[in-house]
């Protein structure tokens, strides 16, 4: 078995409201630094961000387990709270689930949830590379939620890389010595 942790890779999709980056750089890197001062907030009912995962490991052959990190609380606004609803992994077209989505409790001080979906839906590398993590906030037509940090934790099972020009230097090589019995 071998691990890896894949953070977010580019810039956000976004269902309605208004999605806003404060401190750090003001784009997704926000998300993947570990300081409170920076953040992603969004706002809007019902409204979703999704960003894209980093590609992974070229030896990923089976996806066994998933954990989802996210660091998270309701804005401030103290009139219509969002709240988390779920967060989800998609494939690259934004709409095939890849795993289950799962919940935290809602807090209103930042607070690092570690969430294992219950399912796995597909757990090869081809549906995993450009994969798309989508964070639901529900209700909150006022201030939503912010996001301080995201990224997943995975555990797969390795296979051989190919070698490239070796292994097909291998394989002609086998086939010329077994053509010549």
Known sequence: ???????????????????????????YTNLTDASDASYAQF????????????????D????????????EAQGSN????????????????????I??????TD????????LTPATIHFADKTSWDGAVIKVLQDVGTDTGIRVYKLDVDITYTAGAVAAGPFKSFTRSFALRRASQY
Request: hydrophobic content about 35%; aromatic content about 8%.
């Open 1 to 27: 078995m071998a691990t890896t942790n894949k953070t977010i890779s580019g810039t956000y999709s976004f269902s309605s409201g208004t999605i806003t980056y404060t401190g750090g750089s003001a784009n």
């Open 60 to 71: 990923l052959v089976t996806v066994t387990a998933v954990i989802i990190n996210i660091r």
């Open 78 to 97: 103290k009139l219509d709270f969002g709240s988390l609803s779920s967060v989800q992994i998609f494939k690259s077209n934004g709409t095939t689930a």
């Open 43 to 58: 706002d809007g009912e019902s409204s979703f961000a999704s960003w894209p995962l980093v590609d992974m490991p070229s």
């Open 107 to 114: 807090t209103t001080t930042p607070t690092t949830f570690n």
């Open 99 to 104: 795993t289950s989505a799962v919940t935290a």
